[in-house]
């Protein structure tokens, strides 16, 4: 079971309600020991299903030979059904009990972790991941749904947040350390297992401890939100991911960006008419609310994609062991739980606005700087300061983003509020490795294509390179002149071209963090209402 940070037992014993106090069906005031255990334990197994696969993206291509977007879909078989299900599973939580949403939510990812394990090619692993995202999407709203509910000043809820935020980032901590140790000493498999036993003590943990809590007022199901935003997001992400391989201007990618656009557009027509909406759009009427949303996607976007570019340049790219790809991750996550009293200070007393802008503005630093690092460069010193540079922005960012959000709402909208904070920021992140991944692909396509036509390579070699990059993209074509002699000359030409495509990524994401920064510090001021000034004006 993942550990607490180092100042938890304090922050546990100032959250928690008093020993004597006996659990109840529905929410109500203070936060026991056991639902705040439950809570951070859930959030961070989730963190950690999600985060697992970016560590062992080398050994799928070597295992398992994805060819075009086959590699980036992993990734995003989890990612998608979290974006997608987040704001139902939120309802759900008001409606029927969090605790319920806890419990049934790890023990599905646990089980989609075991059908990974026992994948015998890539459409069985996707099959586990979507299950396994299917339980997380249940498990990052209502985590934050039944910690928040159980908060009864706007001081406890921001030690609240900081630790929620925490331990989300511990996922992300513990994830490469766990991957890259099975992988080198077992095999990717293993990681799974691991995620999956995980799994099991959460819901064990959720189901023996948690205190239930639920807002069923106003609240009902809403299919035709559920199902245009569904469609919506899924043909976004369709198009987004195979463009690179079926063309941009092919039939099905342009199809599938005017499904998008359409399926989005009614959601927003559903949600206006719907007696009780799955998302209450006046709540970006506020404008603390929307400038915090946007800010959630496009820098978590910014966040992911970096840890995702990452995760090829070491892994598929320049074949670097797990263990130094989950060396990596360490910088990008770990950082949170050093500053966690630094976070938890900073959400008191300084201005949102100034809290997210400066985290983001180091994300921006570090990628700038990470763009420059060359692909012939395998030194792990040289990704120290541009990926601290990220994790500090992202343990800042994290939290400031989730705060701003929820308490910017009244206490009753709490489950709504998470569930759409969470579907935001995880949207983005299912954007990361989407994004990425294909405009370094299609940039890489290219350069390898201009650098092939104009080298002295024999001519078999050079068709030879052109058709394994027809058949299976650029990645393809660095694995297979890595392992065949006769395709020797072809490598430095495919690791040229990655190290290009992804240094791209890099400044995508950098300037995608810029904007978030800019957005913050000139769209919100002053601080947003606590939780107890909500209260009231509800």
């Avoid at 008093?18 to 705040?36: D, I, V």
């Avoid at 646990?110 to 394990?117: H, I, N, P, Q, Y």
């Avoid at 510090?521 to 209260?535: I, K, N, P, W």
Wanted: proline residues 5%; contains cysteine; glycine residues 10%.
């Amino acid at each position: 079971m993942p550990r607490l940070p180092s100042r938890a037992p304090a922050l546990l014993r100032s959250l928690a309600t008093p020993s004597g106090a006996t659990a109840t069906a529905t929410s109500g005031p203070g936060l026991s020991k056991g639902t705040l255990v439950a809570g951070l334990l859930a959030v961070c197994l989730a963190q950690i299903g999600l985060a697992i696969p970016a560590t062992l993206n080398g050994l799928f291509q070597t295992d398992l030979h994805p060819v075009g977007s086959q590699l980036t879909w992993i990734s995003d078989a989890f990612l998608l059904p979290v974006a997608v299900l987040e704001l139902t599973f939120g309802l759900l939580g008001d409606l029927f009990g969090r605790k319920r949403l806890l419990v049934g939510g790890a023990a599905l990812l646990a089980v989609g972790e075991l059908v990974s394990t026992t994948s015998s090619g890539i459409h069985q692993l996707w099959v586990g991941q979507a299950l396994a995202g299917l339980g997380a999407a249940a498990l990052f709203p209502t985590s934050l749904a039944i910690l928040a509910a159980g908060t009864t000043s706007h001081a406890q809820r921001a030690r609240v947040i900081a630790l929620w935020a925490a331990l989300l980032s511990t996922g992300g901590f513990l994830a490469p350390l766990l991957g890259g140790i099975t992988a080198t000493y077992g095999s990717w498999r293993w990681s799974f297992v691991v995620v999956m036993a995980i799994g099991v003590a959460s819901a064990a943990v959720s189901a023996r401890f948690a205190v239930n809590s639920r807002s069923p007022e106003g609240r009902s199901l809403d299919p035709a939100g559920q199902l245009t935003i569904g469609l919506g997001l899924f043909a976004l992400l369709y198009a987004i991911i195979q463009g690179p391989t079926d063309g941009w201007g092919s039939p099905a990618i342009v199809v599938a960006f005017v499904l998008a656009a359409l399926f989005v557009a009614a959601f927003v027509v559903a949600e206006l008419r719907a007696k009780s909406p799955l998302l209450r759009l006046d709540l970006f009427r506020n404008r603390s609310f929307a400038v915090a949303s946007v800010v959630a996607v496009v820098g978590m976007f910014a966040f992911l994609g970096t840890a995702y570019a990452v995760s090829i340049r070491l892994g598929p790219v320049q074949d670097q062991r797990p263990m130094r790809t989950g060396m990596a991750f360490l910088l990008l996550n770990g950082i949170a739980l050093a500053v966690l009293p630094v976070t938890e200070r900073l959400l008191r007393t300084v201005a949102p606005r100034l809290i997210l802008g400066s985290g983001l503005v180091l994300m921006a630093a570090g990628d700038y700087w990470a763009a420059t690092l060359p692909i012939s460069d395998r030194a792990y010193a040289s990704l120290i300061v541009p990926l601290g540079l990220v994790g500090l922005g992202f343990a800042v960012t994290v939290s400031s983003i989730t705060a701003t959000a929820v308490n910017t709402v009244p206490l009753r909208l709490a489950g709504m509020a998470s569930a759409t904070t969470n579907l935001l920021r995880d949207f983005g992140f299912t954007l990361g490795p989407a994004i990425i991944g294909a405009v370094a692909l299609s940039r890489a396509a290219s350069s390898f294509s201009s650098a092939l036509d104009g080298s002295a390579l024999p001519a078999p070699v050079k068709g030879a390179g052109s058709a394994v990059l027809e058949e299976g993209g650029p990645l393809a074509v660095n694995g297979a002149s890595a392992a065949s002699p006769k395709l020797a000359g072809l490598h430095p030409l495919a690791q040229d071209a990655l190290g290009h495509g992804y240094a791209i990524g890099f400044v995508v994401c950098g300037c995608a963090a810029l904007f978030s920064a800019l957005l913050a510090l000139v769209a919100l001021r002053g601080r947003s209402a606590t939780s107890d000034e909500a209260t009231s004006a509800a």
